[in-house]
């Protein structure tokens, strides 16, 4: 069995892809539709710390933009728990992405961890597309 085909597989719509900065971990969020799957663990292996399938409802994508930074992010939520992961410009157009864990949600709750991801890893799918797939954009970012 060729465990990478089945994991390019298992994600057939990839909203995001990324490793932190030192590849020892990667991140990953995928529609399987009517859910989204979120997945964080050890970069390559089959089966993930943390595997999370929950429902398109229960998560959000959002844009902000100006002269200086250019940022998406996608949120998911889990119980009392959110998962934002976080790509784009700053404003030395420098490319910088982030995955942050919050307790409650990211507007009102409290950050958890931060973890710097490597933007040289990251596969960006998050578009006004995801609406089709029955994803909230959100205001708030």
């Known amino acids: 069995m060729h465990?990478?085909?089945a994991e390019n597989q298992r994600c057939?719509?990839?909203v995001?892809?990324?490793q932190t900065v030192n590849h020892k971990k990667e991140v990953e969020i995928c529609i399987v539709t009517p859910s989204v799957l979120y997945?964080?663990?050890k970069t390559g292996a089959a089966h993930k710390e943390m595997n999370i399938t929950v429902p398109a409802s229960s998560t959000h994508y959002a844009y902000q933009s100006n002269q200086a930074i250019s940022i998406q992010t996608f949120t998911v939520r889990n119980g009392g728990t959110?998962?934002?992961i976080s790509a784009g410009t700053n404003d030395g157009g420098e490319p910088l992405a982030s995955l942050y864990v919050y307790k409650g949600t990211?507007?009102?709750g409290k950050l958890?961890?931060?973890l710097k991801?490597?933007?040289h890893t990251v596969v960006n799918n998050i578009s006004h597309a995801l609406s089709d797939d029955g994803i909230a954009q959100s205001d708030d970012i």
Do not use: H, I
């Open 82 to 84: 959110s998962y934002q």
């Open 16 to 18: 995001f892809y990324a």
């Open 117 to 119: 991801l490597d933007p």
């Open 112 to 114: 958890l961890a931060e």
């Open 12 to 14: 057939v719509k990839p």
């Open 106 to 108: 990211p507007e009102s």
């Open 3 to 5: 465990t990478a085909q």
């Open 39 to 41: 997945s964080f663990g």
